[in-house]
């Protein structure tokens, strides 16, 4: 402050020009934009914790308006060691909203394997991979990516008890499907299959596990600090427990996922993250880090789909929006994200704490989208 009243003092002995008003409108504008910016934050964080609150539900939610992410959590992660929602401790489990991710790594070795002898496209038979696999000659990886494969073979999130490879896992669920009647291919089941097995594919084409690809593709691209597959979560970090909540006690019947579920899910469910890294991978999945946007646009808009549903997410309002959600079989979680494709507006929600209704979830979620930009998302 000194410094500046000689400077000011100094030019006027020198009978400079000094434009006073502009230095001090200048000062107001900045201070002004700084505390309307503070202020919104406050007013998203304080809403986004009321919203949560009045739904009964728990968790972490990253909102973001107009190309910027802020991130408000509620409640306890785990509520025995009072360790809260948004710790940096915690890593959350994505679902099925890490399906995108598989499909997106697909999209990158439909790229690199061009012209070459393992060359492929959403149109080819998984014969190739999977010979022995019941109507696998009729199946195209476009119609596991779309879950159109006619698969109905079920039972991939009921606990086996037993820690599964990746291989062994693999192996599982072709047998289940041989095991099963295969329905039309053509037609929509929501399928884990379908993308466990695409997981199967990402192996055989690389000669790397899943897990490695995961690792190279998507964490070291993204420079992900705190985004791992289960079996890689290191003990500085814990996963969340997920409770029970009908509108009464809260922390009810807790539970989490298990390392022998998670071992079940490769590339379907084993993935566990923040939800300001999840955004991260969201930004990357258009603007040339995983894929640019004509790769997105083709991996969500392939041959095969006959819903909104292609290569992991749901495309809705023309193509405005993408939302995919997520919950693991046995447990109170509830993952769900809506964004507009630019990734400009929306929100990533991570909650360990519902009622185990994924419209109720969602509700929250909308309204919060609703405080973000009024009538420009879906409520489901």
């Known amino acids: 402050m000194k410094n500046k009243l000689f400077t000011l003092t100094a030019a006027l002995m020198l009978g400079l020009t000094v434009p006073v008003a502009t230095i001090s409108i200048s000062s107001q504008t900045t201070q002004a934009a700084t505390t309307s910016s503070t202020s919104s934050k406050n007013d998203m964080y304080t809403f986004i914790r009321s919203t949560l609150a009045k739904h009964h539900v728990r968790g972490s939610v990253v909102a973001v308006k107009d190309g910027k992410p802020q991130q408000s959590s509620y409640g306890y992660a785990w509520y025995g060691k009072r360790i809260g929602n948004g710790s940096s401790k915690v890593v959350y489990p994505t679902g099925s909203t890490q399906k995108v991710i598989t499909g997106a790594m697909i999209v990158q070795l439909m790229n690199e394997k061009k012209n070459t002898k393992q060359s492929f496209s959403q149109n080819t038979k998984i014969s190739r991979w999977y010979p022995y696999l019941r109507n696998a000659k009729n ?211 991570f909650l360990n704490q519902t009622n185990d209704n994924e419209n109720d979830e969602k509700a929250a979620g909308y309204d919060i989208l609703q405080h973000i930009k009024k009538n420009t998302f879906t409520r489901k």
């Open 139 to 349: 199946i195209s990886v476009g119609n596991l990516l779309t879950h159109t494969s006619g698969i109905t073979a079920s039972d991939t999130e009921i606990d086996r008890g037993y820690n599964y490879s990746e291989a062994n896992a693999i192996n599982w669920v072709v047998n289940n499907v041989n095991a099963h009647t295969a329905g039309k291919v053509g037609s929509y089941f929501y399928n884990n299959t379908n993308y466990i097995l695409l997981a199967g594919i990402i192996r055989q084409l690389t000669g790397k596990s899943y897990e490695s690809n995961f690792n190279s593709r998507i964490v070291k691209k993204l420079g992900l600090k705190n985004t791992y597959l289960y079996q890689d979560i290191p003990s500085k970090k814990t996963d969340p427990i997920s409770y029970y909540c009908n509108g009464g006690r809260n922390y009810q019947n807790p539970n989490y996922v298990r390392r022998t579920l998670a071992s079940q899910l490769p590339g379907a469910g084993n993935m566990f993250t923040t939800p300001i890294e999840y955004y991260k991978i969201q930004v990357g999945l258009s603007n040339g880090q995983i894929l640019n946007k004509d790769d997105f646009n083709y991996l969500t808009h392939l041959k095969s789909r006959v819903t909104d549903y292609s290569g992991g997410v749901y495309i809705k309002k023309n193509g405005t929006l993408k939302a995919a959600y997520g919950n693991l079989h046995g447990t109170h979680f509830g993952m769900w994200f809506q964004l507009t494709t630019d990734n400009q507006n929306g929100i990533v929600m």
